[in-house]
């Protein structure tokens, strides 16, 4: 079946340095590919996305780009902030049934310090 | 706009307890999920519903029940509380099956606890 495999966390790191976080996949047929963020007494945001090979999914500085041939959607951004830690999840969609379902990996904790 | 709200944020329950997780959502999305999130490991699918009157079970239904008699209400029912079923639990919400497209709205979480 599907699953994701992401980085153990948690991630420290200083304010304004450069991040990843890996995030490997394993699916039938070619899935769509997500990061979602969790802020502290939140629920699931979606970051980004990315629905083919090599699409490059952007937003609020962080990028990841769908690689087909390592089966590999890292999460990357130039310059963290305090203001980016919380947990980070890589996710797949696939189909269960009549609805799509997305399958998530364990999370990564990101704390930012100064 | 309120997106999808559950209630409560916490709970502690007793062994063999029963009890409602509630999740609603004003966005007027078809689909609806509930998802658990055990300490270490990813969110993995209790049911899901595609719409009023329509429910099926995801990769973890045992011990769990759910109702869909609105677009708006998605509640999780928890028959006889086993300390297995301690998690934090998700409900999601989304427009239409294209997850691609469209995306998950979740809620805030409610942690429950089995003692």
């Known amino acids: 079946g599907d699953s994701v495999t992401q980085m153990e966390g948690p991630v420290t790191l200083s304010e304004e340095a450069f991040l990843t976080i890996n995030c490997t996949y394993t699916a039938t047929g070619y899935p769509s590919l997500f990061w979602y963020v969790q802020y502290p007494g939140e629920g699931l945001q979606l970051l980004l996305k990315?629905?083919?090979?090599?699409d490059k999914g952007s937003n609020k500085g962080f990028e990841a780009t769908y690689r087909k041939e390592t089966t590999s959607f890292h999460l990357e951004k130039g310059s963290v902030q305090v203001s980016d830690s919380a947990v980070y999840f890589c996710a797949l969609s696939g189909l269960t049934g009549t609805a799509s379902k997305l399958t998530f990996g364990t999370g990564t904790r990101l704390q930012v310090t100064l | 706009n309120a997106g999808v709200t559950q209630t409560p944020k916490f709970r502690i329950l007793k062994i063999g307890q029963s009890m409602t997780l509630q999740c609603a959502q004003d966005m007027n999305h078809n689909y609806m999920y509930w998802y658990r999130q055990d300490p270490g490991m990813g969110l993995k699918l209790i049911y899901y519903?595609?719409?009023?009157?329509?429910?099926d079970k995801g990769e973890v239904p045992n011990g769990y029940n759910v109702s869909r008699s609105t677009t708006e209400d998605f509640p999780l029912r928890l028959e006889l509380a086993a300390p297995s079923q301690t998690s934090v639990y998700f409900c999601?919400?989304?427009?239409?099956?294209?997850?691609?497209?469209?995306?998950?709205?979740f809620g805030s979480g409610t942690r429950l606890t089995v003692v």
């Open positions: 519903s595609v719409g009023a009157g329509i429910t």
């Open positions: 990315a629905t083919k090979a090599d």
């Open positions: 999601a919400s989304s427009y239409g099956r294209a997850t691609t497209n469209y995306g998950y709205t």
